[in-house]
């Protein structure tokens, strides 16, 4: 049976030339970039060739950008870097439906004992503009909002908020994992002070991200050790996944717009689809400015878990919101924040799409989802209307 692959907000393949570009870095260009010997340096340099590569992305300098493990890392990092250089202030400000590796680590600070501000977001997971504003306080050491949701796709005024947080002398960190090679982004003139990345979501290698850390802004490592990446990230470089990151970062922005609108095509075409094939559905966030490539559809009285196992015998692959929350049965935190009542939100999918996705993967779906909700329905104790299903759905 042949994949269909709906689930690229999660992970992504990595593209031949990515692939290709690696490889030698295993068992041919094997150097440590930091040896003295031209083996070595010859290594080195494939590093800064790399860096130039997603600096050229970003529109930044090369002295702007430090490699990672992924998205959390530099997440992580951002956020310790910004509680340590203002080591009197003790108030973080982020939003309601962020990423737990920047949920998560807000909550942990919030219980050594700093005051966290999870700004809330509209019906349609749009920021709340006017309670952030007035969030941000003297005393505000660090905001972290995310540029796109990885649930919904909706995209968060990141550089309206962040000039709003310099009137204040507040350092903004976003998380960009999901934007980065979905929508464009060019940092050149950007207020944003500390941008995350990771490889693994626009076509290159797992285990492998970066921060953007703006000139001027100030940082402090989180791990300490040698004095790789200008000492502001201690561990010996992986050298094959950033030379993927570098390949991924340029193949990216190669034909972007064109990318962009094929795979807003494709979305656009499986959402209306689904919509008029299936009673008593809702795109989550589908008025809001979201990504081109992800559409999170809440099907009524049925379980996300349940619509994903009848997909995955199709060999659909699709989500029921975060990779890192599945497996939990609480209903996702991003659309509670967003008011969906919780039996709704349980019944949520998350597409997202990739270039390598084709109209007959679109097609394949649409046609398969109304028996699979049929089905679901059916044994439903939830579903109110009985037997009238069928005529319902017709
Ligand atoms: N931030 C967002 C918005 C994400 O979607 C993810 C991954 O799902 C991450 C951070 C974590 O990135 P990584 O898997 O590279 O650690």
């Given at each position: 049976m ?5 689930d690229?907000n ?10 290709e ?16 010997h ?13 860096r ?15 490699f990672?493990?992924?998205g959390?890392?530099?997440d992580?990092a951002?956020?310790r ?9 003790h108030?973080?400000v ?8 920047i ?5 942990y600070f919030s219980k050594?004992g700093?005051?966290?501000t999870?700004?809330?977001?509209n019906?349609e997971g749009?920021l ?12 505000t ?9 990885n649930?919904?796709?909706?995209l ?9 947080a ?5 350092p903004f960190h976003?998380d ?10 060019d ?11 990771s ?13 953007y850390?703006?000139?001027g ?8 050790g040698?004095h ?11 050298t094959p996944?950033?030379?993927?990151l570098g ?7 190669q034909e ?5 609108s094929?795979i ?7 959402e209306?689809g ?23 559809i809440s099907f009524?009285?049925v379980?996300?878990?349940g619509?994903?196992l009848?997909?995955?015998e199709?060999g659909v ?8 929350t ?12 967003m ?15 990739s270039a390598?996705n084709?109209?007959e993967?679109?097609?394949f779906?649409?046609?398969k ?5 049929q089905?679901l329905?059916?044994?439903s ?10 005529s319902?759905?017709?």
């Open positions: 042949e994949t269909i692959y709906f690229n999660a992970t992504t393949q990595v593209s031949q030339e990515v692939l570009a690696m490889l030698p870095f295993h068992n041919v260009l094997y150097g440590n970039p930091s040896s003295i031209s083996f070595g340096s010859r290594v080195a340099e494939k590093v800064e060739e790399a130039e590569r997603v600096a050229a992305f970003l529109g930044v300098s090369t002295r702007e950008i430090l990672s493990s992924g959390t890392e530099s992580n951002a956020i870097s910004a509680l340590e250089v203002s080591p009197e202030k108030h973080i982020t939003s309601a439906v962020e990423h737990p590796a949920r998560s680590l807000c909550r050594r700093y005051r966290v999870e700004v809330p977001v019906g749009e709340d503009l006017d309670y952030y504003e007035k969030s941000l306080t003297s005393d050491a660090v905001v972290s909002l995310m540029w796109a949701n649930e919904t796709g909706v968060f005024p990141v550089e309206k908020a962040a000039l709003l310099h009137e204040k002398g507040i976003t960009a994992v999901q934007a980065a090679g979905k929508i464009p982004i940092l050149k003139n950007s207020p944003v002070d500390m941008v995350s990345l490889g693994h979501k626009l076509h290159g290698p797992k285990g492998v991200g970066l921060l850390v703006r000139k802004t100030r940082f402090k490592p989180t791990a300490l040698g790789q990446e200008r000492g502001r990230r201690a561990g010996t470089e992986n996944a950033i030379v993927g390949k991924a970062c340029e193949l990216a922005s972007m717009d064109k990318k962009i094929r807003k095509h494709l979305r656009d075409r499986l209306k689904i919509l008029a094939k299936v009673p008593n559905t809702r795109v989550n966030g589908g008025k809001a400015p979201r990504l081109p490539n992800t559409t999170s009524e009285y379980e996300g878990e619509i994903l009848l997909l995955d199709f692959c699709a989500s029921s919101g975060s990779a890192c599945s497996g939990s049965l609480e209903p996702s935190h991003v659309l509670l924040a008011g969906v009542p919780a039996e709704t939100a349980q019944g949520a999918v998350r597409f997202s799409l390598y084709r109209e993967e679109i097609d779906v649409i046609e989802i109304p028996g699979i909700i089905k329905r059916h044994m104790p939830l579903w109110p209307y009985g037997g009238q299903y069928a319902r759905a017709a």
